[in-house]
């Protein structure tokens, strides 16, 4: 199998859109926070593979958390945020969490509604706010805001590589009930700019999201 770092697309901390350990963070926590971002870069790149085989991307999805938990060390990413958080006494549930978005992101393309879409979200962006957190040595009891916050994040990011991800890996985000509700075909989320219908879309997920705080059955 090949080893999964050699799949990554070459982004590193340094090219994404967020801050990654940031200087505003005390350096005793900035390599944790790497090692965490480390695994999870190389996990997600292979979810998103372009050419790469479901069954394979599952199977090197599965050696990852294999090295995490101690069963095999063929990927240095998995072992390095295995000792790493061991330094600390912490757990690897927030990488597993991340894992299992990953493996949804290989083998479910669509969300029926919003309540499909944020459970999705649970797995693929509320453990990284709980996983900082933790680091930080925060009580659970501000879990629901992080995880608000968090949710909001990953859908803008989903409206953001809409089109991408359509193309290349037939993945869209945007749950079926609002892309019928507005009238949104496959032409309109190809398209490279957002029409009236798109707009009205997010406008709508806007609304719901002022209305109605992002939760999860998950704790």
Known sequence: MTRAGLLRSGKSHRDENFPVASWLIHPRHR??????YQFVRTADDIAD?????????????DQLE????GRGSQNLEGVALRLALAARGMSARHAKDLLNAFR????????????DLIGYCAYSAMPVGR???????????????????????????HLQDC?????NLDRVYVPLDALANFLVTNYHV?????????????????????RTPVSSNRT
């Open 66 to 69: 294999a090295d995490l938990d």
């Open 49 to 61: 593979h372009a050419t790469l085989a479901a069954g394979e991307k599952l199977a090197q999805l």
């Open 104 to 115: 949804l992101d290989v083998t479910k393309l669509r969300y029926r509604d919003w309540d």
């Open 190 to 210: 190809e398209r490279s700019h957002s029409d009236k219908n798109e707009k009205h879309d997010k406008n709508d997920k806007h609304d719901r999201n002022e």
């Open 163 to 167: 089109r991408a991800d359509y193309r």
């Open 31 to 36: 390599g944790l926070i790497l090692a965490f």
């Open 131 to 157: 996983f900082v957190l933790d680091v930080h040595g925060e009580s659970e009891a501000v879990w629901p805001a992080s995880d608000a916050l968090c949710a909001a994040l990953q859908i803008i990011n």
